[in-house]
Each structure stands twice: as structure tokens, then as C-alpha cells.
């Protein structure tokens, strides 16, 4: 019993193994290499020497940083509920498989083909007090009188990326989470219905348990993906007004590429990963808790 | 056979009570058709203003429908530099190899952990799933550096390889979920025919598997076709180039000018193999993506 | 002799010898241009393509990916033979010694002499020089002669002052909700400092630190065109869209008739004539306060070669090709871009549209500013400039940004 225990671990771990040597290579030593530049003043340019932990008490100091990550964090916490919410309504409404649904369900997922820098500057253009479709349409529709400038004031612009990102990606959790909810043993649903329980209940007390996992999954990586954003902040917004929507990659890539500072970008990148790493362990941990196995 | 996929009339419990159309399902189907046309409305209007003239494009105001048709933004984004088809080949064999790669890593990787007991296996779990945790911007110039000193720099292998670890821990995840649905007596029985864990991962797992496999091929394709920085820090040469730099320079003028019609036609021409795409392996997918959500 | 058959024969020497030297096999040159400079670049290279049995190729890089593209291809010792850039970056790259020395072969060259002095400073570092003007672009203020005459205004006649503009502008608003007097891209650092900046020299001012112990934008310009943009925003001469303009509106408003007066480039005649060619438009030098105060950015693309190309004599010669008469005129002037060397400006095809012979007079009474991390001085979406022009114009404090941005720029360039 112990050896084939013995052999049945080996072999899980000689499974996992090729995936796991490759992600070393190809990610973690460049990471530790990122660490060894984080304690160096090295320039885009060239030539740095060591400055030790300088970069990281600069980081302390950098107030322009906890801005940008705390706009990323408020970011965060606003359109991952909306993303899962709509993406799991969505799987509600096309769940089945229908003509209708089905077509319906194809193109809620369209966005998610286009890539992000394509999309951002789509939305730009509607968005567009001159140019923009959005804006003639609002007034066309009387919902407002005047054309806005979206990208002026950081509530406003927050909104502007906002939806265009939630145009972008609610089709994937969708998509997920029709898949998850298709899974369902019919059995379990077909007995709610005789023992005369209503749709709603059924969602409740059914579907959305029994699909659990996949929805705190989902959100982990929607969570992590807008702690990340760059793209459509860089080009929809530039950071402004008066910096006040620079997320923290961004304000990663002004210092690396933009001011040459490689050495203090590669900090910045330490710590905005060490941060997203924590919120990670936060997140499996809550949901290892109570998991439906 | 086929325990992995339910059929899905099944689902239609969760959907509607009954059978005959109440005003409820009428209601559902408006629904449908008003968030069909929410999310499609971008896409129709960038259609539209990508058969404007490039004027048109940009005329202040705006208008719904052009003024005239045009086909020279098309024209623009075909014959950019290298050519279109130039790109696009680019694209799809980064496209290609990054798939190829994708399976061969995630899928051993989703059955060591969906079906194998070992200590540190949730920690390798977590591992795998670092490379989604890096601000992956940050680490392209070191990467790069590395693969220069291997050789590997300018090479669309290269860039596959990137793209790939970019992809894996999804694919993981998928390949993990969907091993998992697998039940036991299925595994057990191959066991007692004398099957080795990898003659059961061939024989029984994987043709299980297979929407899963479809999956991650699909997402793998998708992501690497869009992927910008690393395509353009990795390649040095116009021939080389993927789609997406093309896109990005061929709708860039003076001072950050854009050019709103070549804008539109590139976002259509760069959509439509990623649709093709989701389109034909649409039967496979929804059923690959058995999460495992529910056991 | 003259210059031109001189430098011909110059051109046909060094042709020769590096035709006797390449005679056993063709080779192919790579170079790097920036997105936005492709189409210029391209006239040029075509020319040399036709006429040389070495061929260049041209890799299109997008423009904010340059710096880095060249910082790491030079890391990993991968550069192209050449390699084309918006020309504020020479000061960094020649410090961190990416560019291989022309100075040998460009003073020996006759017609670098007559390079635009502009061109020459940007390029020059430590006595030695490290490129030449490529693609040139000079900023000008353009004016839309239809709106002008419907305001009553004489539509030959250019606002000349900071005043006139200011004016002007106040009549063609009048001319109904839909046309507005004035036009910036409001939060486009390139765009301002391209067709702002020179406003402000031409009324004195000067503009960035080269070093810590520099002063910064010194002057009254500075304040006196801030305080005209404000007064434009806060009378409504300026549509609202303009405050959220990253750059990609630039001359979009400008081209749909919407815009009397505004600044831009040299590439709007091409644009224009190919995008709105009923358009009546004026072109002349931006103005300062007084009457005859005129300047312009001189801005566009140098030509250098990274240090690491593996064709460096073939650069050279086509570096040296570039500035003969025959490249700057067949290549350049007859695709409406303006010639490096200001006395070719009288050529049979800008004889044929005196939009272009204005416009390259204007590289005559530009500027171009010399300094370290322009980028993050000036071109960055966190930069001193763009906060500066965006709280004076936008939050109205005009003092306070123009003292928060001295501080700033000095700042960086103390670094």
C-alpha cells in the first residue's frame, strides 16, 4: 500500500513537472532578475550601480504610487462585482441552448475576441464629445442635452473605462459560468421543481452553490486582472486629470520607460506583485472555507 | 462515452418551469435581443465608420451611416508595410506554436493535480499560477535579454513561449477541471486492465477531455493573437511583426493623431479569425468548459 | 563650381567606392522608424532602394516603443544599421553612447554645412557629431480662410500677435455654436510643446533646464500665452473637448471646418490636401506678443547609427546620400516635406504650393530645446509641462503652475 502511495505521489509530481520547471525558467528567474535590478539604480539607458534597499525606501515615500494604488484597489473592488454579477446574469438569461440564446451568447462574448488596446481606443471614440457616436446618441435619445467630455474630471473617466471594459469582458465570466451552470446534475433541479420550488429559489439555493468553485475562481482572476490594468488607462485616459488615474502598472511603466528608471520601475514591480500575491493567499484562503467537496 | 457532456435540454429546468411559451419566456427573449444589440452596437458602428472615407471618419459631427462607401481604410490597414497577409501568417504561427505548447505543458500538469494526491500540491498550484500574479511589462526586458543570450530573441518560438506561460495557468486550471469530472469508476476500471496512470491519461482522459482541450487551444489562440508588448519587444524585423503592431502603427499619426477609419477597419480585420475561430469550435467549448464547478 | 554639382560629385564618389566595395554581393540594410514618421521616411528610402544595389528595409516601430526598442536591442547587442527618431531623444541617446561618431564623415560632407542649425545642435554632443536632420517638422499656426471671411476678418491675412489670435478668435466664435475660435490638444504633452512652446519663445521666453543649475521657462511668455489660453477656455473660444484631447483630435476638429485658428505642423498641407482637399486654409509663423516675434519648433526626425550596426559604412554613405540635393529635393520637397537644408527651400515643387516655402522658412526662426529626459519633462502623462499647461489653463491658477513646474523641470534635470 505504502509503495504504490509512495509511487502514485511521484508520479503526480513528474506530471506537473514539465509545467512547472517551464514557469521557473520562463518566469520565475526573470523575477528574481527583476528582484537583483529593484536593488539597483539602473537606467533604461544603461549603467546603474547598487543602491541596495534605497529604491524601496523611495517607494515608501512615493506618494504618487499609494495614489496609483489606491485608485487600482477602488478600481478593483467597483467592477469586479459588476463583471461576475453580469457575467453570471448573462449565463442565467442564455443558459440554454436555444437559437436565440446561443446567438445572444456569441455575441456577449465578441468583445472578449478583440484585444484590449483595440477596444480601449474604440471606446475613445464613442466616448468622444466631437467625434463620438455615444455622445450624438445620448442626445439624439434626450437622455441628456448636451454632449460630456468624458475624460475630464477622474469620476467621469473612471465611468468611461469602466463600462468599456465591462463591454470587453463580461462575456468571458459568461461563458464560464453558462458552462458551470450546465454542469448542474439535471436530477437535482428537476426534484426542486416537484417539490414546487420557483425559479428564483432554485438560482439560489441550487445553481449558485453548486457552482461555487468556478465563480470564486473566476474572481480571482478577474480581481487580479484589474489590479494589473494598464492598457486601458494608458490609452483612454493618459493618467489624467492631474494624474489621478494612473493605475499602478501604469505608474510602473511612467517610471521604467518613461524616466529611464528601471531599477526603481523593477521595485515598484516587487511590491505591486507582493501586494497581489497577499490578496490572492486572502482570497483562496476564504474560499477554501466551506468548499463544496 | 460522453459523461462529460450533458445534454443540454437538461439545463433548460434552471431556464423555465414549463414547456409553452409564457409571457415570461417572451419577456426573457427581449431581454436577450436588447443585450444582443447593447454589445453589439460598438462593433456595428466601428463597421460602419471603417467604410467611411478617412475624412468621414473623423467628421465632427458624427454621423451614424457614411456619407459615401469607401474601401480606404481597408486599403491602408492591407497594404501597411509588410502586408496584411505578412502579419497574419506571423500571427498564426506564434498563434500555432503557443496552442501546441499550451496542451502539452497543461495537460499532464491538470492530471498530476486533478488526480494525484501528494503534499506541496496546492503550493505547486500557486506556483503555477504565478505568472498571471507579475506585472508581465516589467518582465519582458529581463526576458528578453535572457532569450537574446540564448538565441532565442527575434524568433516567433520565442515569443510563443512567452505567450504560453502567459496562458498556462488558465489552461491548467481548465485541464484541472476538467480531469476532475472524470468519475472514478471510469479511472478504476482502466486501472484494473492493467493500464499505467499515462496509458489511462492517453486512453481514457484525454478523449474525456477533449471540449477541454478545445478550450484551451481556443483562449491560448485568442490571447496570443492580441498580445502587443511582447510581439513587438521580442521581434525585430517589419517581416516578423504580428498583427497587433501592425495595428497600432498603422493607425498612428503626427503627435498621437489617429486615424479613427484605419482604427475601425483594423479592429474589424483583426476580430474576424478570432471569430472564426470561437465560431467553429463553439460546440466543443461550452462543454469543455466543465469547470468541475459542481461535484 | 557650385555646391550642387560638388556635392554631386561627392555623392557619385562615395557611391563608387562603396560600389567597388560591396561589388560581390548585394547587401540589405535594416532600419527602425517611428510609426508616425513611416510615411516620410519611406519617400527616402524608395529613392535609395531605386537607385543602389544595397537595399534597405524598414521596420515600423510605434512611436512610444522607440526608446526602449533601441535601449534593449543595444543591451542584447541586436540593433539595426540605422535607425530614425523624433529628434529629442539625440541628447539622451548620445550621452548613453548608443550612436556610432559621424563626425569624420558629416564635416567632410559640403552639405551638412547648410544643414539647418537646429539640426546640427540637436546632433552634436561634446564636440562630436552623432546624426543628421532626416525627416524634418516645423510647427506653424494655421487658419481657416472660409471662417475668416464669414467673420469678417481679411482671409489672407494671419493673426500676427498673441493679441490678433486671442481677437480673431473671439469674432469666428461668434459665428455660431458649432464653430469655435481656437484649438489645442488639451491634454497632449507633444502637441503643446510642438505648437505651444513657440509662443512662448517667440515672446521671450525660454523653455527647459539643461542642466540643474539651468533656469526654467524664464520670461514673461511663459505667462503671457498661459494667461491667453486661459482667457480663450474661460470665453468658450475653445470646444470642450479639447481638455480630454490626448493628441488623437490634434487637426480632426481643425479638418472638419470647425476650428479658426490653431497651431499645428508642417504635415497637415500633405494631410489636408489628401483628407479635405477644398479646404482653404492659411499657414504662417507662430507669433508672439509683439508684431515681428515669430518662432517654431524644430521638430521631425534625425537619421543616426546604432552603435553595434553591422553595415556602418553603408549607413555613413546613406546618411551622406540623404543630404544631397537630389535625395532632400526628389525624396523630401516633392512629397510636400520639408528639406533639412533650408536653401533648397526654392525648389520647382514648393514653387507650386508657397504654403511649403513658408513653412520651411520657418525652420529658420525655430527652436529646437536641448536637454536630458525630455520624455519626462515634457512628453510624459505625468510631466511638469502638461500639469502646468492643464492647472493654468483649466484650474486657473497660473502663477502657481508655472512655479510648481520651474521646480519640477529642474528637478529632473538635476538628476
Given at each position: 500500500?505504502?509503495?504504490?502511495q509512495?509511487?502514485?505521489?511521484?508520479?503526480?509530481?513528474?506530471?506537473?513537472?514539465p509545467a512547472?520547471?517551464?514557469?521557473?525558467?520562463?518566469?520565475?528567474?526573470?523575477f528574481?532578475?527583476?528582484?537583483?535590478?529593484?536593488?539597483?539604480?539602473?537606467?533604461?539607458?544603461?549603467?546603474?550601480?547598487?543602491?541596495?534597499?534605497?529604491?524601496?525606501?523611495?517607494?515608501?515615500?512615493?506618494s504618487?504610487?499609494?495614489?496609483?494604488l489606491?485608485?487600482?484597489?477602488?478600481?478593483t473592488?467597483?467592477?469586479?462585482p459588476?463583471?461576475?454579477?453580469?457575467?453570471?446574469?448573462?449565463?442565467?438569461?442564455?443558459?440554454?441552448?436555444?437559437?436565440?440564446?446561443?446567438?445572444?451568447?456569441?455575441?456577449?462574448?465578441?468583445?472578449?475576441?478583440?484585444?484590449?488596446?483595440?477596444?480601449?481606443?474604440?471606446?475613445?471614440?464613442?466616448?468622444?464629445?466631437?467625434?463620438?457616436?455615444?455622445?450624438?446618441?445620448?442626445v439624439?435619445?434626450?437622455?441628456?442635452?448636451?454632449?460630456?467630455?468624458?475624460?475630464?474630471?477622474?469620476?467621469?473617466?473612471?465611468?468611461?473605462?469602466?463600462?468599456?471594459?465591462?463591454?470587453?469582458?463580461?462575456?468571458?465570466?459568461?461563458?464560464?459560468?453558462?458552462a458551470?451552470?450546465?454542469s448542474?446534475?439535471?436530477?437535482?433541479?428537476?426534484?426542486?421543481?416537484?417539490?414546487?420550488?420557483?425559479?428564483?429559489?432554485?438560482?439560489?439555493?441550487?445553481?449558485?452553490?453548486?457552482?461555487?468553485?468556478?465563480?470564486?475562481?473566476?474572481?480571482?482572476?478577474?480581481?487580479?486582472?484589474?489590479l494589473?490594468?494598464?492598457?486601458?488607462?494608458?490609452?483612454?485616459?493618459?493618467?489624467?486629470?492631474?494624474?489621478q488615474?494612473?493605475t499602478?502598472v501604469?505608474?510602473?511603466?511612467?517610471?521604467?520607460?518613461?524616466?529611464?528608471?528601471?531599477?526603481?520601475?523593477?521595485?515598484?514591480?516587487?511590491?505591486?506583485t507582493?501586494?497581489?500575491?497577499?490578496?490572492?493567499?486572502?482570497q483562496?484562503?476564504?474560499?477554501?472555507?466551506g468548499?463544496?467537496? | 462515452m460522453?459523461?462529460?457532456?450533458?445534454?443540454?435540454?437538461d439545463?433548460?429546468?434552471?431556464?423555465?418551469?414549463?414547456?409553452?411559451?409564457?409571457?415570461?419566456?417572451?419577456?426573457?427573449?427581449?431581454?436577450?435581443?436588447?443585450?444582443?444589440?447593447?454589445?453589439?452596437?460598438?462593433?456595428?458602428?466601428?463597421?460602419?465608420?471603417?467604410?467611411?472615407?478617412?475624412?468621414?471618419?473623423?467628421?465632427?459631427?458624427?454621423?451614424?451611416?457614411?456619407?459615401?462607401?469607401?474601401?480606404?481604410?481597408?486599403?491602408?490597414?492591407?497594404?501597411?508595410?509588410?502586408?496584411?497577409a505578412t502579419?497574419?501568417?506571423?500571427?498564426?504561427?506564434?498563434?500555432?506554436?503557443?496552442?501546441?505548447?499550451?496542451?502539452?505543458?497543461?495537460?499532464p500538469a491538470?492530471?498530476?493535480?486533478?488526480?494525484?494526491?501528494?503534499?506541496?500540491?496546492?503550493?505547486?498550484?500557486?506556483l503555477?499560477?504565478?505568472?498571471?500574479?507579475?506585472?508581465?511589462?516589467?518582465?519582458?526586458?529581463?526576458?528578453?535579454?535572457?532569450?537574446?543570450?540564448?538565441?532565442?530573441?527575434?524568433?516567433?518560438?520565442?515569443?510563443?513561449?512567452?505567450?504560453?506561460?502567459?496562458?498556462l495557468?488558465?489552461?491548467?486550471?481548465?485541464?484541472?477541471?476538467?480531469?476532475?469530472?472524470?468519475?472514478?469508476?471510469?479511472?478504476?476500471?482502466?486501472a484494473?486492465?492493467?493500464?499505467?496512470?499515462?496509458?489511462?491519461?492517453?486512453r481514457v482522459?484525454?478523449?474525456?477531455?477533449?471540449?477541454?482541450?478545445?478550450?484551451?487551444?481556443?483562449?491560448?489562440?485568442?490571447n496570443?493573437?492580441?498580445?502587443?508588448?511582447?510581439?513587438?519587444?521580442?521581434?525585430?524585423?517589419?517581416?516578423?511583426?504580428?498583427?497587433p503592431?501592425?495595428?497600432?502603427?498603422?493607425?498612428?499619426?503626427?503627435?498621437?493623431?489617429?486615424?479613427?477609419?484605419?482604427l475601425?477597419?483594423?479592429?474589424?480585420?483583426s476580430?474576424?479569425?478570432?471569430?472564426?475561430?470561437?465560431?467553429?469550435?463553439?460546440?466543443?467549448?461550452?462543454?469543455?468548459?466543465?469547470?468541475?464547478?459542481?461535484? | 563650381?557650385?555646391?550642387?554639382?560638388?556635392?554631386?560629385?561627392?555623392?557619385?564618389?562615395?557611391?563608387?567606392?562603396?560600389a567597388?566595395?560591396?561589388?560581390?554581393?548585394?547587401?540589405?540594410?535594416?532600419?527602425w522608424?517611428?510609426?508616425?514618421?513611416?510615411?516620410?521616411?519611406?519617400?527616402?528610402?524608395?529613392?535609395w532602394n531605386?537607385?543602389?544595389?544595397?537595399?534597405?528595409?524598414?521596420?515600423?516601430?510605434?512611436?512610444?516603443?522607440?526608446?526602449?526598442?533601441?535601449?534593449?536591442?543595444?543591451?542584447?547587442?541586436d540593433?539595426?544599421?540605422?535607425?530614425?527618431f523624433?529628434?529629442?531623444?539625440?541628447?539622451?541617446?548620445?550621452?548613453?553612447?548608443?550612436?556610432t561618431?559621424?563626425?569624420?564623415?558629416?564635416?567632410?560632407?559640403?552639405?551638412?554645412?547648410?544643414?539647418?542649425?537646429?539640426?546640427?545642435?540637436?546632433?552634436?554632443y561634446?564636440?562630436?557629431?552623432?546624426?543628421?536632420?532626416?525627416?524634418?517638422?516645423?510647427?506653424?499656426?494655421?487658419?481657416?480662410?472660409?471662417?475668416?471671411?464669414?467673420?469678417?476678418?481679411?482671409?489672407e491675412?494671419?493673426?500676427?500677435?498673441?493679441?490678433?489670435?486671442?481677437?480673431?478668435?473671439?469674432?469666428?466664435?461668434?459665428?455660431?455654436?458649432?464653430?469655435?475660435?481656437?484649438?489645442?490638444?488639451?491634454?497632449?504633452?507633444?502637441?503643446?510643446?510642438?505648437?505651444?512652446?513657440?509662443?512662448?519663445?517667440?515672446?521671450?521666453?525660454?523653455?527647459?533646464?539643461?542642466?540643474?543649475?539651468d533656469?526654467?521657462?524664464?520670461?514673461?511668455?511663459?505667462?503671457?500665452?498661459?494667461?491667453?489660453?486661459?482667457?480663450?477656455w474661460?470665453?468658450?473660444?475653445?470646444?470642450?473637448s479639447?481638455?480630454?484631447?490626448n493628441?488623437?483630435?490634434?487637426?480632426?476638429?481643425?479638418?472638419?471646418?470647425?476650428?479658426?485658428?490653431?497651431?499645428?505642423?508642417?504635415?497637415?498641407?500633405?494631410?489636408?490636401?489628401?483628407?479635405?482637399?477644398?479646404m482653404?486654409?492659411?499657414?504662417?509663423?507662430?507669433p508672439?506678443?509683439?508684431?515681428g516675434?515669430?518662432?517654431?519648433?524644430?521638430?521631425?526626425?534625425?537619421?543616426?547609427?546604432?552603435?553595434?550596426?553591422?553595415?556602418?559604412?553603408?549607413?555613413?554613405?546613406?546618411?551622406?546620400?540623404?543630404?544631397?540635393?537630389?535625395?532632400?529635393?526628389?525624396?523630401?520637397?516633392?512629397?510636400?516635406?520639408?528639406?533639412?537644408?533650408?536653401?533648397?527651400?526654392?525648389?520647382?515643387?514648393?514653387?507650386?504650393?508657397?504654403?511649403?516655402?513658408?513653412?520651411?522658412?520657418?525652420?529658420?526662426?525655430g527652436?529646437?530645446?536641448?536637454?536630458?529626459?525630455?520624455?519626462?519633462?515634457?512628453?510624459?502623462?505625468?510631466?511638469?509641462?502638461?500639469?502646468?499647461?492643464?492647472?493654468a489653463?483649466?484650474d486657473?491658477d497660473?502663477?502657481?503652475a508655472?512655479?510648481?513646474?520651474?521646480?519640477?523641470?529642474?528637478?529632473?534635470?538635476?538628476?
Amino acid at each position: 500500500m505504502g509503495g504504490v502511495q509512495a509511487r502514485r505521489r511521484a508520479q503526480g509530481w513528474l506530471y506537473i513537472a514539465p509545467a512547472l520547471l517551464f514557469v521557473v525558467l520562463v518566469v520565475v528567474v526573470p523575477f528574481g532578475q527583476l528582484v537583483a535590478l529593484s536593488l539597483s539604480n539602473q537606467s533604461l539607458l544603461g549603467g546603474g550601480h547598487f543602491v541596495g534597499f534605497d529604491n524601496y525606501v523611495k517607494i515608501w515615500n512615493d506618494s504618487a504610487f499609494w495614489r496609483a494604488l489606491g485608485f487600482t484597489l477602488k478600481y478593483t473592488l467597483w467592477l469586479t462585482p459588476i463583471l461576475m454579477g453580469l457575467g453570471y446574469a448573462l449565463a442565467l438569461l442564455t443558459v440554454d441552448n436555444s437559437p436565440l440564446k446561443k446567438a445572444t451568447r456569441t455575441i456577449a462574448f465578441l468583445p472578449v475576441v478583440i484585444g484590449l488596446g483595440s477596444s480601449s481606443l474604440l471606446w475613445i471614440w464613442l466616448f468622444d464629445e466631437q467625434v463620438g457616436l455615444l455622445n450624438k446618441a445620448l442626445v439624439d435619445l434626450h437622455v441628456i442635452d448636451a454632449p460630456i467630455v468624458w475624460f475630464v474630471t477622474a469620476d467621469l473617466a473612471f465611468w468611461a473605462v469602466s463600462i468599456s471594459v465591462t463591454w470587453k469582458v463580461v462575456g468571458f465570466g459568461m461563458v464560464l459560468f453558462v458552462a458551470g451552470i450546465q454542469s448542474i446534475n439535471p436530477e437535482i433541479l428537476e426534484a426542486a421543481v416537484i417539490d414546487g420550488a420557483g425559479y428564483w429559489s432554485r438560482v439560489w439555493r441550487i445553481v449558485l452553490p453548486l457552482t461555487r468553485r468556478v465563480v470564486l475562481l473566476t474572481t480571482l482572476i478577474s480581481v487580479i486582472g484589474s489590479l494589473l490594468a494598464l492598457d486601458q488607462f494608458y490609452i483612454m485616459t493618459s493618467g489624467a486629470p492631474r494624474g489621478q488615474t494612473f493605475t499602478a502598472v501604469y505608474w510602473i511603466y511612467q517610471n521604467s520607460f518613461v524616466a529611464f528608471k528601471l531599477g526603481y520601475g523593477a521595485a515598484l514591480s516587487v511590491v505591486l506583485t507582493a501586494v497581489i500575491m497577499a490578496l490572492s493567499a486572502l482570497q483562496i484562503a476564504l474560499s477554501q472555507r466551506g468548499k463544496a467537496e | 462515452m460522453s459523461v462529460a457532456t450533458i445534454p443540454a435540454q437538461d439545463s433548460a429546468a434552471v431556464a423555465r418551469p414549463a414547456r409553452r411559451l409564457s409571457p415570461t419566456a417572451y419577456l426573457v427573449g427581449a431581454i436577450c435581443v436588447a443585450v444582443a444589440a447593447l454589445m453589439a452596437a460598438p462593433l456595428a458602428l466601428s463597421l460602419l465608420a471603417s467604410i467611411k472615407t478617412t475624412a468621414d471618419a473623423s467628421a465632427v459631427p458624427p454621423h451614424y451611416l457614411p456619407q459615401a462607401l469607401s474601401a480606404e481604410s481597408y486599403w491602408k490597414v492591407v497594404n501597411f508595410q509588410a502586408g496584411l497577409a505578412t502579419y497574419v501568417g506571423n500571427s498564426a504561427l506564434v498563434a500555432g506554436i503557443t496552442i501546441v505548447a499550451c496542451l502539452l505543458l497543461a495537460a499532464p500538469a491538470g492530471y498530476g493535480l486533478a488526480r494525484f494526491a501528494f503534499r506541496g500540491k496546492e503550493i505547486a498550484f500557486l506556483l503555477l499560477l504565478a505568472p498571471i500574479m507579475i506585472p508581465y511589462q516589467a518582465l519582458l526586458t529581463p526576458l528578453y535579454l535572457d532569450f537574446a543570450k540564448l538565441g532565442l530573441a527575434n524568433s516567433h518560438f520565442g515569443l510563443a513561449l512567452v505567450h504560453t506561460v502567459l496562458q498556462l495557468p488558465f489552461s491548467i486550471y481548465l485541464m484541472r477541471s476538467a480531469f476532475e469530472a472524470v468519475p472514478r469508476e471510469i479511472e478504476e476500471a482502466a486501472a484494473m486492465d492493467g493500464c499505467s496512470s499515462w496509458q489511462s491519461l492517453l486512453r481514457v482522459f484525454l478523449p474525456l477531455a477533449f471540449p477541454g482541450l478545445v478550450t484551451v487551444g481556443l483562449f491560448a489562440f485568442i490571447n496570443s493573437w492580441n498580445e502587443f508588448l511582447g510581439a513587438l519587444i521580442f521581434m525585430n524585423h517589419e517581416t516578423d511583426f504580428t498583427v497587433p503592431i501592425m495595428i497600432v502603427s498603422v493607425r498612428t499619426g503626427n503627435h498621437g493623431a489617429v486615424d479613427w477609419g484605419a482604427l475601425q477597419a483594423s479592429v474589424v480585420i483583426s476580430i474576424l479569425p478570432c471569430l472564426a475561430v470561437y465560431l467553429l469550435l463553439q460546440r466543443y467549448y461550452i462543454s469543455g468548459l466543465l469547470a468541475g464547478a459542481v461535484k | 563650381m557650385t555646391t550642387k554639382s560638388l556635392g554631386g560629385a561627392l555623392a557619385l564618389t562615395l557611391l563608387a567606392s562603396t560600389a567597388f566595395a560591396t561589388a560581390a554581393s548585394a547587401d540589405t540594410l535594416s532600419m527602425w522608424v517611428r510609426a508616425s514618421g513611416t510615411n516620410a521616411a519611406t519617400n527616402l528610402v524608395n529613392l535609395w532602394n531605386a537607385s543602389h544595389p544595397d537595399k534597405i528595409e524598414l521596420t515600423t516601430i510605434p512611436d512610444n516603443q522607440m526608446v526602449t526598442k533601441l535601449a534593449t536591442g543595444v543591451q542584447a547587442k541586436d540593433v539595426p544599421d540605422l535607425v530614425s527618431f523624433d529628434l529629442i531623444y539625440m541628447p539622451d541617446f548620445m550621452k548613453a553612447g548608443f550612436l556610432t561618431d559621424l563626425t569624420a564623415e558629416l564635416k567632410a560632407n559640403p552639405n551638412y554645412a547648410s544643414v539647418a542649425k537646429a539640426y546640427q545642435d540637436i546632433a552634436t554632443y561634446d564636440g562630436k557629431i552623432y546624426g543628421a536632420g532626416f525627416t524634418p517638422d516645423v510647427s506653424i499656426l494655421v487658419w481657416n480662410k472660409d471662417l475668416f471671411k464669414k467673420a469678417g476678418l481679411d482671409p489672407e491675412k494671419g493673426p500676427t500677435t498673441l493679441g490678433e489670435i486671442h481677437e480673431d478668435a473671439k469674432k469666428i466664435r461668434a459665428l455660431g455654436a458649432d464653430t469655435y475660435g481656437f484649438y489645442f490638444s488639451g491634454s497632449c504633452p507633444g502637441c503643446n510643446i510642438f505648437t505651444g512652446s513657440p509662443l512662448m519663445v517667440a515672446a521671450g521666453s525660454k523653455m527647459l533646464p539643461a542642466n540643474g543649475k539651468d533656469d526654467a521657462l524664464t520670461g514673461d511668455g511663459v505667462k503671457a500665452v498661459l494667461e491667453a489660453y486661459k482667457a480663450m477656455w474661460d470665453e468658450g473660444l475653445v470646444p470642450k473637448s479639447a481638455q480630454a484631447d490626448n493628441g488623437q483630435d490634434f487637426v480632426s476638429l481643425f479638418k472638419s471646418g470647425k476650428i479658426g485658428i490653431q497651431g499645428a505642423g508642417g504635415f497637415v498641407i500633405a494631410d489636408f490636401k489628401k483628407d479635405v482637399p477644398t479646404m482653404n486654409f492659411g499657414i504662417t509663423f507662430l507669433p508672439g506678443v509683439k508684431e515681428g516675434q515669430t518662432s517654431a519648433f524644430v521638430g521631425g526626425d534625425v537619421v543616426a547609427v546604432p552603435v553595434g550596426s553591422k553595415h556602418v559604412d553603408l549607413a555613413k554613405a546613406f546618411i551622406n546620400w540623404e543630404l544631397t540635393d537630389d535625395a532632400q529635393i526628389e525624396g523630401l520637397a516633392k512629397n510636400n516635406i520639408l528639406p533639412s537644408r533650408p536653401s533648397l527651400a526654392d525648389n520647382k515643387y514648393f514653387k507650386a504650393e508657397p504654403k511649403l516655402v513658408t513653412t520651411a522658412k520657418a525652420l529658420g526662426v525655430g527652436y529646437v530645446p536641448w536637454v536630458f529626459h525630455f520624455n519626462d519633462m515634457v512628453n510624459s502623462d505625468s510631466s511638469p509641462w502638461i500639469n502646468m499647461l492643464q492647472r493654468a489653463v483649466f484650474d486657473g491658477d497660473v502663477d502657481g503652475a508655472i512655479k510648481e513646474a520651474r521646480e519640477k523641470m529642474k528637478a529632473i534635470a538635476a538628476e
